[in-house]
């Protein structure tokens, strides 16, 4: 069983910045795809940024310029740099690893969710 264990969310100012991270857990042998979505209340969870295991990245548009995100591939670890915050950032943020690879079931790929960590950008 692999487990996301997400940290760094809380209160913000507008214009204020916040680092996520997240680590999974686990007999993990390949987590193929790491990234950040979000949920504000009476939305949809949306995509906010992914990272490929070889580092290839994608973004939202609404914070392209503002967010970035990286990983660690040996510690199984992604986190998020948020800068330029804005009061419509505030949201749930939950970690996705995409296609994990264990080695006790190395012969398929499952996706795991964290439990999410409130952004809040406040004045």
């Known amino acids: 069983q692999v487990q996301l264990v997400e940290s760094g969310g809380g209160l913000v100012l507008p214009g204020g910045s916040l680092r996520l991270s997240c680590a999974a857990s686990?007999?993990?042998?390949?987590?193929?795809?790491m990234g950040w979505y979000r949920q504000a209340p009476g939305k949809q969870r949306e995509l906010v940024a992914i990272i490929t295991s070889g580092k290839s990245t994608s973004y939202a548009d609404s914070v392209k310029g503002r967010f970035t995100v990286s990983r660690d591939n040996a510690k199984n670890t992604v986190s998020l740099q948020m800068n330029s915050l804005k009061p419509e950032d505030t949201a749930v943020y939950y970690c996705?690893?995409?296609?994990?690879?264990?080695?006790?079931?190395?012969?398929?790929?499952?996706?795991?969710w964290g439990q999410g960590t409130q952004v809040t950008v406040s004045s």
């Open positions: 686990g007999s993990i042998r390949r987590i193929n795809v």
């Open positions: 996705n690893a995409r296609d994990v690879v264990s080695y006790d079931t190395p012969w398929s790929s499952t996706d795991y």
